[in-house]
């Protein structure tokens, strides 16, 4: 048996006791899973009786795994019995251990109470983007030079060229660490390498040995270059320019399934109609909830959005290590630690520990819940993402498929927020459409060095346009360094 004490908002403690008897119990079980530890004269290892580890060693030699398997089970038990919905890692204190056996508490953070205010018919801004012309041609343009092909060319660089280049920087006359490239080729306007350096190309011609002077900026990640005047040996091999293909019907024709310019300009706006559709209702489903939240009365343990950031940290290494980049690697070269990362993240985890503790006390009160038609549904969605059959989704996630169902739950809650808040239209872009949109998150940006380039932090990382034609483009023959 066990008790509960609430001690300070959402910390709970809870009482427990075991009898000597149970204690003794630990203790052997203890023993028998350390016995091979244990070495006295005359007796091989694992063969020294109880009795005699205890005079040698002492009792408490095994106290760690028996107070572990005591606590542990009665733990799991306590939770169960109270109905606690715990939110924090337990914190164990033994109180006593004597001839009446062991008295003990664990102290835990349970989940706030949620005061919900008004969820039903709240007003949210929504704005959807208008698809115009100049959009349609940014896109065609797009298409253009992913099907480009890179040419050298016999004339000075220009803007937007690529220059294959030697160079190597020097600091008060002495070559500095970092600062060499053999043969790199450098898109003239990329911005890749620090201010100052690309512009001073311009017009210098194939064969060219020349010095440039260029300062790092005050916040470079190497702190014996911050704020630093440099000069860089350049030779340039050769000056390749982008040939683009002409927009037309041809084109048209080459890049996807139709015959006429105007037709896969039609499938362009279409596409991208669709998607400032999808990308208005999101926004506006993301900011029902907010709402809903902001007018909750919540008192989030902090314990809660730790958890959050780091997992949160944890994706985002995770996704970063698939890429081929290690996290620390890349807040090394943003000159930012991995705890002031964890910080930033921080506003985004409360609204997503506000958000989910709100949309779990709103599908209570609406007493909303998973059928079975509706787990039937998730499993064969499941099943069609992972290409596996129904029955061996249902058999890998086993008997505890609470999660499943949550999930499912938390989906039709939203879905229900949303359906009864009002849309208040307002023209795209504008103060009223900004006003309070969820934080977005930070752009990802590309750690890859190229052989050391004197690169000021990494450029921006580029998703290539969705593509709005099913046939396949054309690969260049070089692309264009980033």
Known sequence: MSTIEKKDKNQVVISLTATKEEFNTALKASYEKNKNKFQVPGFRKGKVPYQLVVKYYGEGVLYDDAIDAIANKSYVEAVKEHNLEVVSRPSLDIQSIDDEGMKYTIEVTVAPEVKLGQYEGVEVPYSVKKITDE??????????????????????????????????????????????????????????????????????????????????????????????????????????????????????????????????????????????????????????????GENAEIDIPECMIDTEVENMVQDQASRMSQQGIELDMYLKYLGQTREEFADSMRPMASMRVRSNLVIKAVSEDLKIEATAEDYDKELQTMADAYKMSKEDIAKALGEDNSFVKESIIGRKTVEYLTSKAVKKEVEYGSEAAEEKKPAKKTTKKSTKKAEEAPAEDATEEKKPAKKTTKKSTKKTEEAPAE
């Open 135 to 292: 959009s349609v041609q940014e896109e065609l343009t797009r298409m253009a030079k992913r099907n480009s092909s890179i040419e050298e060319v016999d004339r000075p660089v220009e803007n937007g060229d690529t220059a294959v280049i030697d160079y190597e920087g020097f600091k008060d006359g002495v070559a500095f660490e970092g600062g060499k490239g053999e043969a790199y080729s450098l898109k003239i306007g990329s911005n890749s390498f620090i201010p100052g350096f690309e512009e001073q190309l311009i017009g210098h011609s194939a064969g060219e040995e020349f010095p440039i002077n260029v300062t790092f900026p005050e916040e470079y990640h190497a702190e014996e270059l911050k704020g630093a005047e440099v000069t860089f040996n350049i030779k340039i091999h050769t000056v390749k320019a982008e040939n683009m293909p002409a927009i037309d019907d041809e084109f048209a024709k080459d890049v996807s399934e139709f015959d006429t310019l105007d037709e896969l300009k039609a499938d362009i706006r279409r596409s991208q109609e669709e998607k400032a559709a999808s990308n208005a209702e999101n926004v506006f489903q993301n900011e029902v909830i907010r709402v809903v």
